[in-house]
């Protein structure tokens, strides 16, 4: 699987963006999928998580009701709608896929369960 993310750049804060991760080489729809952050020098962090077919959706507390993950399985692509960006939002954004098979949905918000990962996609927010 290959996971290639886009979107990324330079705000303010207050602004949206909008990241995108493009998966290839997989049936995507047997995926469930994520989007992690990482600051240099601090742990990998989940940010959000939509399952296989985008009926369910986990957030981080610290991004509920301002971030939206969604998924277009016609064009194996999910994206992460971020809103009202904050200063503590800036990190590296990364997608991921994890499997859909052992309950692995249980564990969406450990970054161990998935497999496959993309490359990140630096998000800068200025104030």
């Known amino acids: 699987v290959q996971l290639q993310a886009s979107g990324g750049g330079l705000v303010q804060a207050g602004d949206s963006l909008r990241l995108s991760c493009m998966v290839s080489?997989?049936?995507?729809?047997?995926?469930?999928m994520g989007w992690f952050r990482q600051v240099a020098g601090k742990e990998r962090e989940f940010v959000a998580a939509?399952?296989?077919?985008?009926?369910?959706?986990v957030y981080s507390r610290s991004v509920k009701g301002r971030f939206t993950i969604s998924r277009d399985d016609g064009k194996t692509t999910v994206y992460l709608q971020m809103n009202s960006l904050k200063d503590d939002d800036m990190a590296v954004y990364y997608c991921?896929?994890?499997?859909?098979?052992?309950?692995?949905?249980?564990?969406?918000?450990?970054?161990?369960?998935?497999?496959?990962w993309g490359r990140g996609t630096l998000v800068t927010v200025s104030s």
């Open positions: 991921a896929a994890q499997e859909d098979v052992n309950d692995n949905w249980r564990r969406a918000r450990f970054g161990v369960s998935y497999g496959y």
């Open positions: 939509v399952s296989t077919g985008g009926g369910v959706t």
């Open positions: 080489g997989r049936v995507f729809i047997d995926y469930n």
